[in-house]
Structures are given as structure tokens and as C-alpha cells.
């Protein structure tokens, strides 16, 4: 994409993971356009930019893409086949010996 991202400045903000939380990933959807929102249901992911996390080395792309348990979601490409893993689902799969006692999740949900 060579033209400037309408949530750049949001972008530029995040300096560690827990910045991209569901407010965050809100106000993303919010503000991408008509072409970027196209985008996204034709390509499954969207790639919001390069974002330099704290202790990392390099800027890396993230995505935007929908998990089927918990709607939309912003995650880098990781793993072994570098593919977008919903750090929801990391989250459960980590967690399952022990009880959930968080409230249930709220889906994001777009609008086009
Ligand atoms: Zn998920």
C-alpha cells in the first residue's frame, strides 16, 4: 500500500502486546477504509503495518484477520509455517488444565 494509513498514528503508539488489545483492535476497524475493509474479507488478513515492539530487534508486519471463535484479531505472523495464530486461542490452548475465569469474549464485528 503506498498511500498513508489513516491509523498510522495509532500504530506508532504500540510499544509492547498488550497495546494491542480489543479497544485497539476497535478503533483499527474504525478507521480502515472502504478498500482496506475489500481487502480484508477478499484476502482473510490485512496487514496494518510495521510495528517495533520493546526488545525486539526489527519492526514487524501485523495482521488483521478474523479467528472463528473470537472474531477479529491482530497478531505477526509466527511459527513454523509463519502463519497468524489468534493470541486468544494461544491463550486457551495454554491455559487448559487449569479453569477460565475470565468473562466471556465479545466479538468485533465490521460493518462494510
Ligand atoms: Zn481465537
Known amino acids: 500500500?503506498?498511500?498513508?494509513?489513516?491509523?498510522?498514528?495509532?500504530?506508532?503508539?504500540?510499544?509492547t502486546l498488550e497495546d494491542i488489545n480489543e479497544d485497539f483492535i476497535l478503533k483499527i476497524i474504525n478507521n480502515l477504509s472502504i478498500k482496506e475493509k475489500i481487502m480484508l474479507k477478499l484476502q482473510g488478513s490485512l496487514e496494518i503495518g510495521k510495528i517495533l515492539i520493546y526488545g525486539w530487534k526489527n519492526r514487524l508486519p501485523f495482521?488483521?484477520?478474523?479467528?472463528?471463535?473470537?472474531?477479529?484479531q491482530i497478531n505477526y505472523l509466527s511459527g513454523h509455517y509463519m502463519s497468524l495464530h489468534c493470541p486468544k486461542?494461544?491463550?486457551?490452548?495454554?491455559?487448559t488444565?487449569?479453569?477460565?475465569?475470565?468473562?466471556?469474549?465479545?466479538?468485533?464485528k465490521i460493518e462494510a
Do not use: R
Not at 63 to 72: A, E, N, S, W
Not at 89 to 95: E, M, S
Not at 97 to 108: A, G, R
Open 1 to 15: 500500500m503506498n498511500n498513508k494509513l489513516v491509523y498510522e498514528d495509532m500504530i506508532n503508539e504500540v510499544t
Open 63 to 72: 495482521y488483521l484477520f478474523k479467528c472463528p471463535d473470537h472474531g477479529y
Open 89 to 95: 486461542c494461544l491463550h486457551q490452548k495454554a491455559q
Open 97 to 108: 488444565t487449569e479453569l477460565s475465569l475470565e468473562p466471556p469474549m465479545t466479538e468485533i
